[in-house]
C-alpha cells in the first residue's frame, strides 16, 4: 500500500462543514468525496463532522469537528500555499479568505514574488498566496 501525506484540520467550533464547503466553492477543481457525522449517541454534537475528505484543486484534505476542546487550534506557523496563475485569481482568494480574517502580509510585491499574500481566514487557517 502506497503512503499517503494528508493535510488535517481540526476544528473546535462544530464549523468544519461550513469551512470545507467554503474551500470548495472557492477553489476550482475541488469536491467533497466523503462525510462521515456524529449520530445522536455522540460522542460529538449530532449532525457535526467525525471524518471529511475533500479535495481542493486536486489535492485532498481531511477535517473534523473535534468533541475535545483542546488547549490548542490552528497556527499561521503551518498554511497552505497557493500559487495562482493570474492577478485575478489572487485578487479574488484574496479577499475571500482575508474576509472576517487576519491579514498577516496583504496583497503586495514583497521582491521574491510578482504579488504575494499571507491571510488566515475566519476559521483560523493560514494560506498564502503567490503569483509569479
Known amino acids: ?18 469551512a470545507m464547503n467554503f474551500y470548495v466553492e472557492l477553489f476550482d477543481n475541488s469536491k467533497v ?4 457525522r456524529y449520530g445522536k449517541d455522540g460522542p460529538g454534537l449530532e449532525g457535526t463532522i467525525v471524518k471529511a475528505i475533500f479535495e481542493l484543486n486536486g489535492t485532498p484534505f481531511i477535517c473534523s469537528d473535534s468533541f475535545i476542546k483542546h488547549e490548542w487550534s490552528f497556527t499561521p506557523a503551518v ?17 475571500k479568505l482575508s474576509e472576517n480574517g487576519d ?9 521574491f514574488s510578482k504579488q504575494f499574500a ?8 493560514s494560506w498564502q ?3 509569479e
Not at 498554511?79 to 485569481?89: A, G, Y
Not at 491579514?103 to 521582491?111: A, E, Q, R, S, W
Open 1 to 18: 500500500m502506497k503512503q499517503q501525506i494528508t493535510t488535517f484540520l481540526t476544528f473546535q467550533g462544530n464549523n468544519a462543514e461550513e
Open 129 to 131: 498566496l503567490n503569483l
Open 118 to 125: 499571507f491571510v488566515e481566514d475566519r476559521f483560523g487557517v
Open 33 to 36: 468525496i466523503n462525510v462521515q
Open 103 to 111: 491579514v498577516k502580509m496583504p496583497l503586495d510585491n514583497y521582491g
Open 79 to 95: 498554511s497552505s500555499w497557493v500559487e495562482c496563475n493570474t492577478k485575478e485569481e489572487i485578487e479574488h482568494l484574496y479577499a
